[in-house]
């Protein structure tokens, strides 16, 4: 029998709205019992038996909340993940975990001082193209890997009015915002890198934080390139993939966001798939014969996040994104930050 995971959500903006509110309402291992609104009653529509509080404080010492979903601001995220975990609450952290490595290794060691479950909302681990992208270079088809590349690109010209993530230091801005994500996927793919060099520029008028990256990460005998800009009007190619005997491009974008924006809830049949005409092209040599072959696309699924998480708390399980991963990724965003700053590639 299911015993349901008593959960409160530290905030019900976007990311409550969008990911987790829609990913815990369909989940039978999970009861939302709190959500902290400040002002508004949001979330009501789709929890309308949680109590929405006022303050964190009321999450805090509440006794009956056993998982606190901390996904506010990227500044909060730090020192209210370390309040939680203090108060022996299991914690979910949206990405990035922190603004520094350090802050993080500090969550880390005390989640186990504490025993508790402690993990990151990576959810694009489970984009259906990345799930894609995994099989194809286990399977290898192309031979020794000569490079990767991966894009995140999207087009605004104008500057968004009231958030967070448009104004702000160093750790705004997309490095730490979608840069968090790719970098994560080549960390699940490759591990830690060897060296990074990183480019970030302002491209769009009046913009005050980086809306643009250029990364490359230096493996063993093949790099991982990671681009992003907010002025790519007509988007190429999401994923490239180099071999010595072959290519594989994959474009469009998983459509599990505008879905869940659009108010679809991730229980829906064929949830996360997408028309043949999105799936990549495979190009290799096999006998000496040229092959085209178009690689099916996985089905994405958010799902698997907060299943892992039910599993882990209750079962005991082993975390799909363990917190000392977390902390690697932001070991690589701090030598990019480093890399531009200093105009130089930086050894790991």
């Known amino acids: 029998m299911i015993s349901p995971i008593k959960t409160a959500i530290a905030s019900f903006g976007m990311s409550g709205q969008v990911f987790h509110g829609p990913l815990l309402k369909i989940n039978n291992g999970f009861k939302v019992v709190s959500v902290w609104e400040r002002s508004k009653t949001i979330s009501k529509k789709i929890f309308p038996d949680a109590q929405i509080v006022r303050s964190y404080e009321q999450i805090l010492n509440n006794a009956e ?133 990183a480019h970030l520029r302002i491209v769009r008028n009046a913009g005050v934080v980086n809306d643009y ?44 966001e505008e879905l869940l924006k659009a108010g679809h809830l991730p229980d829906e049949e064929n949830w996360g798939t997408e028309p043949m005409e999105n799936w990549g092209t495979m190009f290799y040599e096999e006998d000496g014969e040229d092959v085209e072959e178009l690689i099916e696309t996985l089905p994405g699924d958010y799902n698997i996040f907060y299943n892992n998480v039910y599993e882990c708390i209750r079962n005991g399980a082993e975390l799909l994104v363990k917190p000392e991963e977390a902390v690697d990724v932001l070991l690589i965003l701090e030598a990019c930050l480093l890399s531009n700053n200093e105009k130089r590639t930086i050894d790991l």
């Open 65 to 197: 909340i056993e998982l606190v979903i901390v996904n506010t601001p990227d500044e909060f995220h730090f020192e209210m993940a370390k309040q939680a975990i203090s108060a022996g609450k299991h914690v979910v952290v949206e990405k990035p975990l922190a603004h520094k490595s350090n802050q993080a290794t500090e969550l880390v060691q005390l989640a186990k001082e504490k025993g508790i479950v402690f993990t990151v909302f990576q959810n694009r681990r489970w984009d259906n193209d990345f799930r894609t992208v995994q099989k194809v270079i286990n399977e290898a088809k192309f031979g020794r890997l000569i490079e990767f590349e991966s894009h995140f690109d999207r087009y605004r010209t104008f500057i968004a009015p009231d958030t967070w993530k448009e104004e702000g230091d160093e750790f705004s801005g997309v490095l730490y915002n979608l840069g968090s994500h790719m970098i994560d996927q080549a960390y699940v793919l490759f591990g830690m890198p060897k060296a990074v060099t």
């Open 213 to 256: 990256y250029d990364i490359r990460l230096e493996y063993n005998g093949f790099a991982a390139l990671m681009k992003c800009s907010y002025l790519v009007k007509e988007p190429g190619p999401r994923y490239i993939i180099h071999g010595e005997y072959g290519t594989f491009y994959k474009s469009g974008m998983d459509p599990q």
